[in-house]
């Protein structure tokens, strides 16, 4: 049963950084893509950041790259996103994903349909 457990959300004022963890447990080999995605109020999710855990290969979307950076412990089976220069249109519910997959490249954008594991959210919210 894979498991994603999101945490490190909180309150920020605008131009401040926070640092997102997601645990995740149950994926059944190395050939895993896992990302971030995130919801603010109203719109879409949309994915952010992704990383294929074999090879290491990063996506980012154009909207926050300079902004966020992924990195992954494969030893601890954590998943962590950097967020600095907050803004408040970065409020959002940040949540983890994840699937099994061989490499197939990164879209220009991240499609929520790829992903059959999703974790239960962070929220994250920036003040200015």
């Known amino acids: 049963q894979v498991q994603l457990v999101e945490s490190g959300g909180g309150a920020v004022q605008a131009g401040g950084s926070l640092r997102l963890s997601c645990a995740y447990s149950?994926?059944?080999?190395?050939?895993?893509?896992l990302a971030w995605f995130r919801q603010a109020p109203g719109l879409e999710r949309e994915g952010i950041a992704g990383i294929y855990a074999r090879d290491g290969f990063i996506y980012y979307a154009e909207f926050v790259k300079g902004r966020i950076t992924i990195s992954q412990d494969n030893a601890k089976n954590t998943l962590d996103l950097r967020l600095d220069t907050l803004k408040p249109e970065d409020t959002a519910i940040y949540y983890c994903?994840?699937?099994?997959?061989?490499?197939?490249?990164?879209?220009?954008?991240?499609?929520?349909?790829?992903?059959?594991?999703w974790g239960q959210g962070t929220q994250v919210s920036v003040s200015s």
């Open positions: 994903a994840a699937f099994n997959g061989p490499w197939l490249g990164w879209p220009s954008t991240l499609p929520e349909k790829w992903f059959d594991y």
């Open positions: 149950g994926l059944p080999d190395s050939n895993y893509y």
